[in-house]
């Protein structure tokens, strides 16, 4: 789905977006989802082991790209300070670009959106740690 430099665009990314907030986030790539996406994106969410944070401030962004769904699951840290509605902006900058066939620059652009909306509620910390791979991982 991604060429090795557009793995290498989304890992940078995702590093420009936890140095403005102390929140983690990870991408999961897969080609199908056969049940619910968030169902989906929650289940891969503990498997990654993604509610380890201190803050529990992860953040899963879920896509299934040849069946067409996707999912941004945050962690309980997240959802008790947030609005119901904190992610429609970055599924709708992912939404938008892959429409137009632009995967890797739509998740760039959501991780980058997803980094904004975090810094809100989760400034980076003067001892931050990267507490979780960065690594985007593959199903």
Not at 28 to 39: G, K, N, R, W, Y
Request: with cysteine; net charge negative.
């Amino acid at each position: 789905m991604l060429s090795n430099l557009e793995q290498q665009k989304v890992l940078a990314s995702i590093a420009a977006a936890e140095a403005t907030t102390s929140g983690e986030l990870r991408v999961h790539l897969e080609a199908s989802c056969s049940i619910d996406p968030v169902a989906r994106a929650v289940d891969l969410f503990y498997e990654l082991g993604m509610q380890a944070t201190e803050q529990r401030n992860g953040v899963l962004i879920y896509v299934a790209y040849e069946t067409k769904n996707l999912a941004i699951i945050g962690d309980v840290g997240i959802n008790e300070l947030v609005p119901a509605d904190f992610w429609d902006s970055v599924r709708d900058i992912m939404v938008a670009n892959f429409k137009k066939g632009q995967i890797a620059e739509g998740l760039c652009a959501a991780i980058a959106e997803a980094g904004i909306q975090l810094a809100q509620y989760f400034p980076p910390q003067a001892n931050d740690q990267n507490e979780l791979s960065n690594q985007i991982s593959f199903g």
